[in-house]
Each structure stands twice: as structure tokens, then as C-alpha cells.
């Protein structure tokens, strides 16, 4: 086996490709890429070496400096990969972003990181022109679908690439350098970008290998957007770093084309997320049985609990075993998984990997008993942690006591180790395994002039996991017509995305909060869930 780090070289730029050239991998296929109307297109290690590269050029034509910060905010497609990986080389920090953001949830993260570039496409431009005024660090656009150069600071990525050269050396990448930066929401304040380092190779790598089980020989498929991170972690650098083919797809969900590619790719591993799975369980049986998918070992799944249903269904009527995972944005990789060849508890999040102690505390920090639910906590310095909230240091060290971070996550251990999911110590809501602020939410719709104020929770749902519900406090007069109501939810759909868009807005007279002011959002809760609101002394009157 080839060793991951040569000559202390900790670049995932270098590893994910000039390294697998230099292993012998320049002509092997690197992706296989399908569009969203099934063109197929071959990408060997050799031509992402020599397109990142090229990518690594040009941003040192434009005066990028290494540790300076630039996005992508592209949909899933090919120079996305070649921009991530060549920024990587570069030794600039890439973030990337959910090519479904609006402008308030792009201005946040370009102006809190000081962006000083970003590619995307034609049609998104419009958007960011609208933000660019009130984000003076960035200096350029590079544009994936224009032929030529088109006004001042809107570059061709075309032009630019066809005027770059394809030889490039990367400099030395100790592990500690910043490498990628992913944006999360909490509960409270603006989305916060936790930022990696280059070393997260590492544990991306072995859990792959280790967790996934995927093997060189294998035809592995990611269903994740690049914009999150399981998209970045095992759609790029995991899976690359082992020198493994990936299949990447264009199109959106789509039972039967999914099955498709599985049987015509030949696809071996299939890393996906649970809503994905539910929305294939609703399908008829039936759908599935012209299909053949000897291929697929194993599905492994990510971002929400996995029901114990889905799980059975897969061995059912897929004929293959689902294994959940446990990570998120701030730990880069998985930690605690279910995985090939150890036996599984329906419902159970698995063990965690040998490189990591997990425990369960009490908000006191002392460890709480078996069976007892408490806060799930990992022992600091695991290889792919990340190094700090950018601008927000106090509040990466607020994660922090006595040497253990807090995920945010509740959780409970059983008797044989197996960790078992609760729910969120916080109020972000998990829907179809995408992290929504309720605050931000919350900002966005006092944009409304309709609206005094807001209220924001997520509730039960079946497919989704949770739903976003929205309570509004209107002003004197109006009232919640259907047209105020789609107003509402297509205001957070181009402001923030479609994954915060509400998918009920109650009209309330007043927002419950304590004496301090804070939306108390556990009444709300109840209330939607005809639940007892519990005690309820601190409400302001
Ligand atoms: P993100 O940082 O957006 O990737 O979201 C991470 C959060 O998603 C975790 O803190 C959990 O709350 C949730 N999550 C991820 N994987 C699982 C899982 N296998 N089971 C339950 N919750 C999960």
C-alpha cells in the first residue's frame, strides 16, 4: 500500500492527485462523471492532477495569496472538483457553498470569511452583483460558462484556464495548515465557519478505507452536494486519497435513474443519506425489481438517524445492508459508525473508531452512567478536527472543557458501547440532514414588512426527519392569506434556501419569550405538538 504522507507533504491538493500519479494511478479513472442528461465523461487521476494544477496557476495569476479565502458556489459538476482541489494546491483556504443559497445566506458567509474570489455560474451572478457592494474583499469572479472575459473583476474560467499552465509543484503543506472551511448554523447568531486543516486527510482517508470499506477496485458513489461535508470529506478527499473511482451525478433524485447508474456503473459502495433512503422506500417494490445491483456491497449513510425501518427495507427489497454514521461539520470525518463486518443495533449510531474517545457528559462535565442521556462529547485532537470559527474564537473555545469538545448533540451508551442519537442539546433543526438556524430564519422574515415578529422550530417529520414551522406575529390589520403565506416561504427560499423555507406559517398575536427577551421555542413546539407547554413561569406576560 502506498504511503498517504511522503516526505512530511500533508497537501490534499497533492495527495488527491499528484500523488496518485506518482503511485502509478495517472491513467486510471479518477471520476466518471454523468450529467444530469446522462452524458458520460472520464476524468483520469492524470487530468485532475493537470486541471487542478492549471486552477492552482491561474489564482497565483490573479494575485491570490496562499491562506487567503475563496469559494465555489457551483451545483455538482466537474470544475468544481478541479477549482477545490486546485485552491487546496494553491494553499488557499477553500469554502464551499450550497449552490441553492440566497443572497442573505451568501452575504453572511463571503463577508464574515472576507472572500477574495469565488466561481460559479452565469446565471448566479446576478445574485452576487446585488451583495458585491457590501463585500469589499472580494475582488473577482470567475465565471464556469462564459467563453471569454466579460466586464471588470468577471473572468472566464475558460480563459483563464486555457492561458494557465499545466505544470505546477506544491509547496510544502505542513499539517496544520488551513485547508477548508465549511459554514454550519447554531442556534443563536450568524452561521459560523469551522475551518480545517490540511492533517483531516488523514482520518478521511482511513475511514473510507476502514468505515465505507472501499477498495481500490472500487466504483464508489457519494450522493452528497460539495457545498456540506460529507460532500468535500468523502466525495472528494476520502475516496481520492485512496486513490479509488468515483461515479459523480448531475441529476437530481430519481428512484429509477438511481438504480440506473448503480447497475450500469457497475457502482461497488454507495454513500447516501437517510432522507434519500426514506423517499426510496415510499417507492413502490416493484420499481426495483428489473433492476440488477450485484455490484453494490453495502450502502453506508449519513446526516440524520437511520431508522431501524429503512434499514430493514434495505435488506429487503435492495438485498443489502445499510450502515449508518455519525459526524458533522466540525469533526471533518466520521467518528462514530456502523460499519461492515461488526454486528449492528437497529438504530444505533455504532461504535466509535479506534483513533477517538468519545463520551457522554453532564452539562457538569462529569461522565454520566450507561443508558443515561447526556452530551456527546470527543476527546480533543482527533486528526480531522477543526481549528477554530473563523473571526469567532470565543466561540470555538466555548465548545470546549477539560479537553473534551461538545458536538451539541445529545446521546447515550449502551452496556456493550454502542452510542445511541437523542436529539440536539440546541434548537437547529436537522432537516433532510441539513442544518438550519432557526435565528437565521427567524432575521430573514423580519425583512417582511407583514411581519412584527417570529418564531421558529422544527417538529417530528416522517421523510424529512424535522420540518421547519414558522409562527408569525403580524402587524395590526393583516392576516395570514394564502398569498402572504407562499410570500413568506418563497422570501426564505431565495433569501436563505429552499431547505430553510417553512413548511407551515402559523399566525400567532404574541411570540412567547422569557423575561429576558429570548423566543422561548419550546413552547412553541409543544404547542404544535399539542404537548404541555411545561413550566412556563419565565414567559414575559
Ligand atoms: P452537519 O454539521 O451539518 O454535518 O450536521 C451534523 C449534525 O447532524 C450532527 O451534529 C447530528 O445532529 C446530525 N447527524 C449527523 N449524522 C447523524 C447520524 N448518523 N445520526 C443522527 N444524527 C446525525
Redesign the pocket.
Known amino acids: 500500500m502506498n504511503e498517504l504522507i511522503v516526505a512530511g507533504q500533508y497537501n490534499i491538493g497533492h495527495i488527491c492527485t499528484t500523488h496518485q500519479c506518482k503511485s502509478g494511478l495517472k491513467d486510471k479513472t479518477a471520476m466518471r462523471w454523468v450529467s444530469a442528461h446522462h452524458e458520460r465523461t472520464d476524468y483520469t487521476f492524470g487530468d485532475l492532477d493537470a486541471a487542478s494544477n492549471r486552477f492552482a496557476n491561474l489564482l497565483d495569476t490573479l494575485g491570490v495569496l496562499p491562506g487567503d479565502i475563496f469559494f465555489t458556489f457551483l451545483p455538482k459538476m466537474p470544475e468544481q472538483f478541479f477549482a477545490f482541489l486546485g485552491t487546496l494546491k494553491h494553499r488557499t483556504i477553500c469554502g464551499t457553498l450550497f449552490s441553492n443559497f440566497g443572497e442573505d445566506a451568501l452575504l453572511d458567509r463571503l463577508s464574515d470569511s472576507k472572500a477574495t474570489g469565488i466561481i460559479t455560474k452565469k446565471s448566479f451572478l446576478r445574485k452576487i452583483k446585488r451583495i458585491w457592494p457590501q463585500l469589499p474583499e472580494l475582488r473577482f469572479v470567475i465565471l464556469v460558462d462564459i467563453d471569454e472575459h466579460s466586464e471588470e473583476n468577471v473572468y472566464s474560467y475558460k480563459q483563464l484556464m486555457d492561458a494557465a499552465s499545466a505544470e505546477w509543484t506544491t509547496a510544502l503543506t505542513p499539517p496544520e495548515t488551513p485547508s477548508v472551511l465549511h459554514y ?2 447554531g442556534s443563536t447568531g450568524k452561521p459560523k465557519g469551522a475551518l480545517h486543516a490540511h492533517r483531516s486527510v488523514l482520518l478521511q482517508n482511513s475511514t473510507t478505507r476502514d468505515v465505507l470499506a472501499v477498495n481500490s477496485n472500487d466504483i464508489y458513489w457519494c450522493t452528497a452536494d460539495q457545498g ?3 460532500g468535500t470529506s468523502y466525495g472528494i478527499i476520502g475516496p481520492w486519497s485512496l486513490g479509488v473511482t468515483q461515479v459523480h451525478f448531475g441529476g437530481v433524485y430519481d428512484a429509477s435513474v438511481w438504480m440506473d447508474l448503480i447497475q450500469t456503473e457497475r457502482i461497488t459502495v454507495w454513500y447516501t443519506a437517510p432522507t434519500a433512503l426514506r423517499m426510496l422506500m415510499r417507492e413502490s417494490p416493484e420499481l426495483y425489481a428489473p433492476f440488477d445491483l450485484s455490484s453494490l456491497r453495502h450502502i453506508s ?6 431508522n431501524p425501518e429503512v434499514m430493514v427495507w434495505g435488506e429487503k427489497i435492495l438485498g443489502k445492508k445499510i450502515y ?7 469533526t471533518g470525518g466520521i467518528l462514530i459508525p456502523n460499519r461492515p463486518g461488526t454486528p449492528i443495533r437497529h438504530g444505533s ?1 455504532g461504535k466509535p473508531i479506534d483513533e477517538i474517545e468519545a463520551a457522554i457528559l453532564s452539562d457538569d462535565g462529569s461522565q454520566v452512567g450507561v443508558n443515561t442521556h447526556g452530551n456527546l462529547c470527543i476527546k480533543s485532537g482527533w486528526s480531522s478536527m477543526f481549528i477554530t470559527y473563523i473571526n469567532n474564537q470565543e466561540k470555538y473555545d466555548s465548545r470546549f472543557r477539560d479537553g473534551y469538545y461538545y ?3 445529545t446521546a447515550y451508551r449502551d452496556d456493550d458501547g454502542y452510542f445511541w ?1 437523542v436529539g ?1 442539546s440546541d434548537d437547529v433543526i ?1 432537516t433532510s ?3 438550519v438556524s432557526p435565528f437565521e430564519v427567524e432575521s430573514a422574515l423580519l425583512e417582511l414588512d407583514e411581519i412584527v415578529e417570529s418564531g421558529v422550530v422544527g417538529v417530528p417529520d416522517d421523510l424529512l426527519f424535522e420540518k421547519v414551522i414558522t409562527y408569525v406575529a403580524l402587524r395590526d390589520g393583516i392576516t395570514i392569506a394564502p398569498e402572504l403565506d407562499l410570500k413568506i416561504k418563497l422570501h426564505i427560499s431565495n433569501r436563505l434556501s429552499s431547505i430553510a423555507a417553512p413548511h407551515e406559517v402559523i399566525a400567532i398575536e404574541k411570540i412567547p419569550k422569557n423575561k429576558s427577551g429570548k423566543i422561548m421555542r419550546r413552547v412553541l413546539k409543544a404547542w404544535y405538538l399539542g404537548l404541555d407547554a411545561g413550566d412556563i413561569s419565565t414567559m414575559e406576560d
Open positions: 454550519t448554523s456540506w461535508v460529507t449513510s449519513v446526516g440524520e438517524p437511520l449508518d454514521t455519525w459526524f458533522q461539520t466540525e449510531m458536538t451539541g448533540d442519537f440536539r436537522n440532514g441539513h442544518l
